[in-house]
């Protein structure tokens, strides 16, 4: 199905797994009149117009928005500061500028004072994604039915966000609006300590295989590999993420150690009511989230921070 182009003229900072997947998301639904993008390396650029899906892909960010309505910066958020810097000058005014962080209070911070009074500033956050990363990892179904969270600043348009709230609609996301504090709070949790822990265990694994020359990694069953995919993620993005969302992370990871020590004193004890306890109740929660359909890193929305915890 297509609809009317939402916007004339789109530009993609970036053209990894996020920026891939709009450009091939908008394309098929006929969202857009052009889109633009950047891409550093002369090999990336090569690759991505023979892929065919941007009409036109150029080497500085700053050409990319040149008559862009709508700028999506689709890049590790440590450089989304530096970026906002260098383009600041160059974007249209009145056009719509958004990312796709995967953390809010710091890229808001960091882009904010750069960007110039007459464009809308709309951050988002698509929760979708996969461990791949570059050009060729994109897929125009990656959004559909997924949340897309949006964290406008107090005082944005609301007709600006409407119409980035469409777009990301059309794309097939569900979408939320939510302040960065509580973004970054409820996705500590739900993203961030899970990749924490599986690049923990991996390593963990890796180096108890030294030590002892037995082969780990090579037997590990089925639970290890479903539970380490997302280990293979970026390590750019997710050093940036760590870094971006210190406070919110390590709130959460004192918790969860709580937690860890809690069963920690139970295996201990051989204490088998709690451990039986413990997973029956785990095991109904995962398995309503599936059941649910929210099986897509979906936050609770509305629930205040307080609630996170125990
Ligand atoms: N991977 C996921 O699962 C996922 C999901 C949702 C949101 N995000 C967020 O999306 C953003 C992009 O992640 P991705 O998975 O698409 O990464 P990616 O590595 O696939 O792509 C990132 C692209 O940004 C480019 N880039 C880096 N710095 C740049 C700069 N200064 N100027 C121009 N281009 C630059 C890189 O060359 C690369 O092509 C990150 O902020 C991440 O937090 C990722
Ligand atoms: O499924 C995966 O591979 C992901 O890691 C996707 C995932 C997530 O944690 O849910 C990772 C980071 C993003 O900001 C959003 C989505």
Redesign the pocket.
């Known amino acids: 199905m297509t609809t009317a182009p939402l916007f004339n003229r789109i530009a993609l900072i970036g053209f990894g797994l996020i920026g891939g997947s709009i450009a091939r998301g908008a394309r098929a639904q006929g969202l857009v009149g052009e889109i633009v993008t950047t891409a550093r390396s002369g090999k990336t650029r090569a690759r991505v117009a023979e892929l065919g899906i941007v009409d036109r892909v150029v080497e500085t960010n700053v050409e990319a928005v040149k008559d862009a309505d709508l700028v999506i910066l689709c890049i590790p958020v440590g450089a989304c500061g530096p970026v906002a810097a260098e383009i600041a000058g160059h974007l249209k005014p009145g056009a719509i500028i958004s990312d796709v962080g ?1 953390v809010k209070g710091a890229v808001v911070k960091d882009m904010a004072p750069h960007l110039p009074g007459g464009v809308h500033f709309v951050p988002a ?7 791949h990363s570059g050009p060729d990892s994109g897929f125009a179904e990656l959004f559909i039915n997924r949340w897309c969270i949006l964290t406008p600043p107090e005082g944005t348009d609301p007709a600006a966000t409407d119409r980035l709230r469409a777009f990301w609609a059309a794309l097939g996301a569900k979408v939320e609006i939510m302040t960065p504090d509580h973004h970054d709070l409820v ?1 500590a949790i ?2 961030h300590l ?2 924490l822990i599986a690049y923990t265990i991996v390593g963990t694994a890796d180096e108890l295989a030294q030590v002892t020359e037995s082969e780990v990694i090579k037997f590990s069953a089925g639970g290890f590999r479903d539970f380490t ?2 280990a293979a ?1 970026d390590p750019t993005m997710w050093r940036d993420v760590f870094l971006a969302n210190k406070d919110a992370v390590l709130e959460m990871l004192g918790t969860f150690t709580e937690d860890l020590s809690k069963l920690t004193r139970a295996i201990r004890r051989g204490d088998g009511e709690a451990l039986f306890d413990h997973f029956t109740r785990t095991r109904a929660i995962r398995r309503g989230i599936v059941e649910t359909g929210q099986d ?2 979906a936050p609770d929305f509305g629930r205040p921070h307080a609630n996170l915890k125990k």
């Open positions: 995967s956050h698509p929760v979708a994604g996969t461990e996705l739900t993203s899970p990749h995919r997302i993620s897509s890193a």
